[in-house]
């Protein structure tokens, strides 16, 4: 059975640092691109960041770049995102996502349909 599990979500000031770890078990998703989402109440869930597995090529949405980075171990079978400069527009439920296919090259999907398995969440709150 496959499970993504995320930690490290929490409350932080705006300004602030958080890093979200993704673990994964039940398979190996190192030929896999991952993938952040998040999901602000009353709202849709939206592409955060992605990432390939050959070449580490990374995605981002417009509102983190320069504020987020994501990076994975493949030897452990885990994806991060550090955050940076928190806002409070970046609270949200924070999701890890994998691609159950092995992709080539550099790609990684911002599209949320391109993802086949999926995380429980962590919140993550951004006070003012």
């Known amino acids: 059975q496959v499970q993504l599990v995320e930690s490290g979500g929490g409350l932080m000031q705006a300004g602030g640092s958080l890093r979200l770890s993704c673990a994964a078990s039940?398979?190996?998703?190192?030929?896999?691109?991952m993938g952040w989402f998040r999901q602000a109440p009353g709202k849709e869930r939206d592409f955060v960041a992605a990432?390939?597995?050959?070449?580490?090529?990374?995605y981002y949405a417009d509102s983190v770049k320069g504020r987020f980075t994501i990076s994975r171990d493949n030897a452990k079978n885990t994806v991060y995102l550090q955050m940076n400069s928190l806002k409070p527009e970046d609270t949200a439920v924070y999701y890890c996502?994998?691609?159950?296919?092995?992709?080539?090259?550099?790609?990684?999907?911002?599209?949320?349909?391109?993802?086949?398995?999926w995380g429980q969440g962590t919140q993550v709150t951004v006070s003012s």
């Open positions: 990432i390939s597995w050959s070449t580490y090529s990374t």
């Open positions: 039940g398979r190996t998703f190192s030929r896999n691109p």
């Open positions: 996502a994998a691609d159950r296919t092995p992709r080539l090259g550099n790609f990684a999907s911002t599209l949320i349909n391109n993802y086949d398995y």
